[in-house]
């Protein structure tokens, strides 16, 4: 017996190394090549990495408003996307250099997914097959596009608990008592996602308030509430942990952004599209493994298992039908939080990957799955290897460097090698973006939200001063929490207006010549300056209120002991779903 439970974890070894030695000698690569490939939305979480790093580097917290970043307008992208889950990543990483630390935070997050997720499958199922679940899991899917292709870090980090989430919350749904642990376990895993990504914390719970409805539906005479019950009491420690988002978004919101792009008009993926537009390391749509196992799950289900099956295979219709125009869209958009999704494949579709692994290891006996998922999980490594080798070999040749001497302006579908220099270049258009901008900046016609005005953006991209219809000249410099100008002509203005944007509910020192100046905010919601006389410089600060700092440590005090609470004292042995009817 023990001959046997020893081979059984030499083969665990073995997995972990092979999906190790993946991560490990692709970002040695990437390391000793000094870029990142980048583009898309890859630009705008590197630089929101940038921005938390200089502030650690700085000994403080991540200030609300970019100033170091994102054309130093002072946009409150940190402010208003969840980065506290970004923080330990950036401290542990903040030796290297900016480039370098990006890399190995791809790489960290890549490894953690892969011991998350087999400690998780572990508890449960078979070693061996939740070894080869979990490198399947780590080398397909979302999780492989983040790695390789185009930074999601919010999503990543979501992905890497994303198996303890769903099993988490599908036994808070099919809950019969109140469960302190459960709840426990349910408010620390959503208060991670809340610190990662806000819409993802509602997608679950949207779910899960659905499965809740329709598991009172189905069985409304023997129903009892402990499900909502046991979400309700975690929601309330949740709403304690996640104070620190929920505070800094209030108080921003309160100034009346401008919504995202795409807003009341999401764009709802066609059903069919799901299916015949997948690839292996699908975003939006299902992936090409997925698709596979789901088929394999359906030609053998095992009918005495049907009651445990049940739940996954609700998840998963539900994340499928919400991620696609299965919904009526077209009346959803219209309501509240609805009205941001944007793209259902973005918010629903990309977490479709770990349940037919589920249904997987629950469905067929030890050795079937293990032939499956083993057999499974040699296609997906060579397939990983093959994409990022691809990837790499073309990138390497046909793009490009970007670094702080670039003089070309870069198109918003611009891909190239980004250096440590360049990640906060003032070339790079991709990030002049009217989220979270003052609600009366002018967007252009026809771009669905996406896009500021010409005007606007020519503002932004040279960060000009201006003095009616007259440029100032002036020299620029920044920190993680300011922005100032060196006017190069000492004159009497009656008004400027900066190129930094003003928020109503953000209180900002706005210094001219190093003295206190009021302030107002213009039309197109920058910060306006009136009747400065001999002007030398002008600087722009902002400090988060000092409560922040307390509610900070309030939550993340009552986060560690909820975590020492679960680590500690649940001793409570997890039965084996697997082997019930074994």
């Not at 870029?35 to 650690?56: L, M, P």
């Not at 977490?351 to 499974?376: A, E």
């Not at 929490?481 to 190069?488: C, D, G, M, P, R």
Request: aromatic share 12%; proline share 3%; glycine share 4%.
């Amino acid at each position: 017996m023990k001959l046997k439970y020893r081979k059984q974890w030499i083969m665990v070894y073995m997995i972990s190394i092979i999906c190790f030695v993946f991560y490990i000698v692709t970002t040695y690569i990437n390391l000793k090549s000094k870029y990142i490939v980048s583009g898309a939305d890859t630009f705008f979480h590197a630089q929101r990495i940038f921005e938390v790093r200089d502030a650690i580097s700085n000994g403080a917290l991540p200030s609300w408003s970019n100033f170091l970043t994102f054309h130093h307008v002072g946009q409150p992208i940190n402010g208003m996307y969840p980065d506290i889950s970004l923080w330990p990543l950036v401290l542990v990483t903040n030796f290297l250099d900016p480039v370098q630390q990006i890399i190995c935070i791809r790489m960290i997050i890549g490894i953690l997914t892969y011991v998350v997720t087999f400690k998780t499958l572990s508890k449960r199922y078979d070693i061996v097959s939740s070894a080869f679940a979990a490198g399947i899991y780590c080398t397909s899917g979302i999780v492989l596009k983040s790695y390789y292709f185009e930074l999601q870090v919010g999503v990543a980090i979501t992905c890497i608990f994303l198996v303890p989430i769903v099993i988490n919350f599908k036994d808070l749904v099919c809950s019969t008592h109140i469960d302190r642990r459960l709840v426990v376990r349910t408010a620390i895993l959503s208060t991670i996602v809340i610190y990662s990504h806000l819409m993802s914390i509602f997608v679950l719970y949207l779910v899960v308030c659905i499965s809740l409805i329709i598991v009172m539906m189905t069985n409304w005479r023997k129903y009892k509430a402990y499900g909502a019950l046991n979400l309700l009491l975690s929601s309330m420690i949740l709403l304690l942990t996640s104070l620190p988002i929920l505070y800094r978004y209030c108080i921003i919101s309160a100034s009346h952004l401008h919504p995202a792009f795409s807003y009341k008009n999401v764009e709802a993926i066609k059903f069919i599209d799901l299916f015949v537009q997948a690839t292996w390391d699908s975003r939006e749509y299902l992936s090409i493994v997925s698709i596979i196992l789901l088929m394999v799950f359906a030609l053998g289900i095992n009918k005495k298992k049907i009651n445990i099956l049940i739940p996954y295979i609700c998840i998963e219709l539900l994340l499928i039908v919400l991620g696609s125009d299965l919904a009526p869209w077209n009346l959803l958009e219209k309501m509240p939080i609805l009205s941001s999704i944007q793209n259902t494949g973005w918010r629903f579709i990309v977490f479709t990957g770990i349940v037919p692994l589920l249904l997987i290891l629950i469905n067929y006996s030890k050795r079937v799955s293990r032939l499956i998922l083993g057999w499974t999980f040699v296609v997906s490594m060579l397939v990983a290897c093959n994409l990022w080798i691809g990837f790499y070999r073309s990138t390497s040749e046909n793009l490009v460097p970007l670094t702080n001497k670039e003089s070309r302006i870069l198109s918003i579908n611009d891909w190239v090698k980004l250096q440590s220099s360049g990640i906060n270049s003032d070339k790079i258009t991709r990030n002049i973006v009217p989220d979270y901008g003052p609600n009366n900046i002018t967007v252009a016609p026809n771009t669905n939200g996406a896009n500021l005005s010409a005007d606007i953006q020519k503002v932004i991209l040279n960060n000009q001063l201006r003095a009616g219809h007259k440029e100032i000249p002036a020299k620029l410099k920044y920190t993680y929490k300011s922005v100032s100008f060196k006017l190069l002509e000492r004159r009497n203005y009656h008004s400027i207006i900066l190129p930094v944007y003003g928020y109503k509910s953000l209180n900002y020192t706005v210094k001219v010549n190093n003295k206190k100046k009021t302030y107002k905010i213009g039309k197109n919601g920058f910060i306006k300056i009136s009747n400065a006389k001999e002007i030398r410089s002008i600087s722009v600060e902002y400090t988060y209120p000092r409560k922040y700092l307390y509610i900070v440590a309030f939550s993340f005090s009552l986060l560690i002991l909820l975590s020492i609470d679960i680590c500690f004292y649940n001793r409570k042995v997890i039965r084996n779903e697997s082997r019930i009817y074994n």
